[in-house]
């Protein structure tokens, strides 16, 4: 009778700790709640370990789905990493920095990144890479390409919605804007991108990469004026690398 009783009240609390943890949102714990504490009555553990290791747990996940969350948001082409970046390929390039930048500091004093080279030395390969250490690190991150973000800056001013637009994109922590002059805008285009950058600037951070050396910026932008409006934001608090040497993508074609 007695042990019917004890059984009745462990189902019940084990109910009722289920039903708590949902309305606390906390399914990592209602997953492994019994189990854990199977193991924990084994090997001994103290009831703040116990409870350490399902809150742990619970914060691991939570903290993963988050980061997965940001990376999905983030909308890379492909995901890269800085790890994965071959310097002996690269020599020229400051290891050292980059992996300084790696740590972030930059995005906090709204410093912008811009990788100019020709094709296929790893610009948007390190682009992404930054942006993935910044969504590890729970940051708002976008990336677009210089075309598709002209487009939506078009289709927000034609549907007169380009301030709320740019207030977002003056919310987000770090914007990547990728493939910078490999389309020529139009003169309209070109003031709307300098909105951009002008309600970024000081505010967040940009990474920017392209093809063309800042002197050929004009024809980019349609106008010199505006062009050096935009350079002159983009660079002020910024590193620039000018990546040089031959495409990675030819590296195994080539035999090096
Ligand atoms: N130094 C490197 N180490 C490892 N992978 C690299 C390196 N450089 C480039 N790659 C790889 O080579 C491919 C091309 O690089 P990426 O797309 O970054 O070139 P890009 O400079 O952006 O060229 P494009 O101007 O044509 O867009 C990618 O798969 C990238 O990961
Ligand atoms: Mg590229």
């Known amino acids: 009778m007695n042990s019917q009783k004890t059984k009745i009240d462990k189902s019940s609390i084990q109910k009722s700790i289920a039903q708590y943890c949902k309305i606390l949102r906390l399914p990592q714990v209602t997953d492994s709640f019994e189990e854990e504490a199977l193991k924990a009555s084994k090997t001994k553990l103290s009831y703040q ?14 903290t993963d789905n988050s980061i997965n969350a940001r990376i ?12 994965e970046f071959d310097y002996s390929f690269q020599p020229k390039m400051d290891e050292k920095l980059l992996r300084e930048l790696g740590n972030l500091n930059f995005l906090d004093k709204a410093q912008n ?27 708002r991150v976008l990336f677009y390409t210089a075309e598709n973000l002209v487009e939506e800056l078009v289709a927000a001013e034609v549907s007169g919605k380009l301030n709320s637009f740019l207030d977002v994109m003056g919310r987000i922590d770090l914007l990547i804007i990728d493939e ?10 070109a003031e709307l991108f300098f909105k951009l950058i002008a309600k970024r600037y000081e505010l967040g951070s940009v990474i920017v990469t392209g093809n063309k050396t800042f002197e050929h910026w004009g024809e980019i932008f349609a106008d010199e004026v505006v062009a050096a409006a935009i350079l002159d934001r983009l660079l002020h608090h910024s590193f620039p690398f000018f990546i040089q040497g031959k495409s990675y993508r030819m590296k195994n074609i080539t035999g090096d």
């Open 180 to 189: 910078l002059g490999y389309l020529k805008m139009t003169r309209p285009a």
């Open 113 to 139: 990144l811009l990788f100019i080279g020709p094709p296929g030395v790893g610009k948007t390969h390190l682009a992404i890479a930054m942006g993935m250490k910044a969504a590890q690190a729970q940051k």
């Open 72 to 83: 999905k948001k983030a909308r890379f082409p492909f995901i890269k990493t800085l790890e």
């Open 49 to 62: 370990e116990y409870l350490y290791t399902l809150l742990q747990h619970q914060v691991l996940v939570r």
